[in-house]
């Protein structure tokens, strides 16, 4: 296919993405933004989102010309062959999806967009959008084309450029076999699919991750009350090609940009047919759950009273290798502990400046000091790799919890400090020594 002219509208971290992989495989790609001063770093290459990759792609597509910043979509499209729709789709009022920002891009566009270009909604819409956007553009000689991202936060440059699969919808299959041409260098398997379809993919597949997250944190929390190990459960259960080994890792629970809004939106959608989708909601709750617990495994690690104690938090981002804070787990168990009474230091290798009800700090060694108990609770190796023996100097406490099992346990015997997991024994993972 050649070289398509192609507009992304939204420079957040899907459009951004969009936009420099696809300058990448050859095409022509204007990004759009209304934030001046972000359009303005962008053209000189700054790239704020943490991304493997990312910038890297930026500064190229700059340089070969094939990428390009500017404000406004509406003069943007007058010349282009497919609009990717990358605007932020929040949860709204009552757990739907908020399309606000879908609906003003097309009601600014809508009449100036040239008869044959596909507008493609990248953002996570619900099942229905496409038509609902036809109806606002009212023409018929303008393509809608539903093509979910499926970008993990850490490895976006990654997924995009080696995808499992690209989904595309519409109920015109020639754009929409249009719009898959575009990705024809990656030899991907390409999913042609009616409009609803491909919108209800995305959903689909976020929801079992979620509902996968929450099943094997509850398979954890039995296995501290059962006397088994999670890490050997998960072991038996990946090599079950049916299962596999992704997502069977316990943790504080799951967050996040896309799996709280999507799981609330999908039951939301599942609400407007009158389907009570039980399996969905339980997943929801038992996140929350989830959270409560670790809560109260920390309460126990400081004698019972979160009011007045000291805890050293290790990680806010919602996982690593990312700096987003949005629905972060991490976050949400923190906030917890400080309107529980605790007194919160905080350190995470991505995110700086002030948080409130904790105070964050540029050094790892100083959510120790005085500290009653230290919680690991995002999982960024950086952490693996600390002097626990030197922590252990600077705690008042001895109580690591480690909600993500990065640590290992050992490591942290040896140092004179206690460890506790998230689905593991508790026997024989005490010592105390005497530390100089």
């Known amino acids: 296919m050649s070289a398509a002219r192609i507009v992304v509208v939204g420079t957040g971290y899907v459009g951004l993405t969009t936009g420099a ?7 022509r790609v204007t990004c759009v933004d209304v934030d001046q001063a972000k359009v303005a770093r962008l053209s000189a290459g700054r790239v704020d989102i943490l991304e493997p990759g990312l910038s890297e792609l930026v500064s190229r597509g700059l340089t070969s010309g094939r990428l390009n910043f500017v404000v406004g979509a509406r003069d943007a499209v007058r010349d282009a062959e497919a609009v990717f729709l990358c605007v932020p789709t929040p949860m709204g009022a009552g757990g739907s ?37 036809q109806a606002m553009l009212g023409r018929t000689d303008v393509p ?21 699969r690209i989904v595309v919808g519409s109920d015109d299959v020639a754009a929409a076999r249009w719009v898959g041409d575009l990705y024809a260098d990656l030899a991907a398997p390409v999913v042609v699919a009616d409009a609803a379809s491909a919108e209800l993919v995305k959903y689909a597949a ?22 088994a190990d ?20 316990p943790g504080p629970g799951w967050g996040g940009s896309c799996l709280p809004k999507d799981t609330s939106a999908l039951v939301r959608v599942a609400e407007s047919v009158n389907y009570d989708f039980t399996l969905l909601t339980s997943a929801i709750e038992e996140n929350i759950a989830q959270r409560d617990r670790i809560v109260a495994k920390i309460a126990g690690a400081v004698g019972g009273t979160l009011a007045g104690s000291r805890i050293g938090v290790l990680g806010l ?20 502990l400080g309107a529980l009474g605790a007194d919160l230091t905080a350190y995470d290798p991505a995110v700086g400046g002030q948080i409130a009800g904790m105070t964050v700090v540029d050094d790892p060694y100083q959510v120790a000091k005085a500290a009653d108990a230290v919680v690991v609770l995002t999982e960024w190796d950086e952490f693996k790799r600390l002097d626990w023996t030197y922590m252990a100097e600077q705690m008042d406490g001895d109580s690591v919890v480690d909600t993500r099992n990065l640590l290992e346990p050992q490591r942290i015997l040896d140092a004179g400090l206690s460890w506790q997991g998230v689905g593991r024994p508790r026997a024989a993972l005490r010592r105390k020594v005497a530390v100089s």
């Open 230 to 249: 999670i890490d050997l459960v998960t072991e038996g259960m990946g090599y079950d090609r049916r299962i596999g080994r992704s997502f069977l890792k």
């Open 21 to 27: 992989c696809l300058a990448g495989l050859g095409h």
């Open 206 to 227: 976020n929801c079992f991750l979620a509902m996968k997250l929450s099943y094997v944190n509850s398979i954890a929390e039995l296995c501290e009350r059962l006397g």
């Open 97 to 133: 999806a908020d399309l606000r920002a879908v609906e003003a891009v097309t009601n600014e566009i809508g009449d100036v967009i040239p008869a044959g270009c596909a507008l493609i909604t990248k953002s996570t819409v619900p099942v229905g959008t496409s038509k609902r956007i």
């Open 317 to 336: 981002a919602f996982k690593a290798g990312t700096n987003d804070l949005r629905d972060s787990p991490a976050l949400a168990v923190a906030s917890v």
């Open 144 to 164: 809608v084309v539903s093509n979910p991202e499926f970008l993990r936060e850490g490895t976006a440059v990654e997924d995009f450029l080696g995808p499992d």
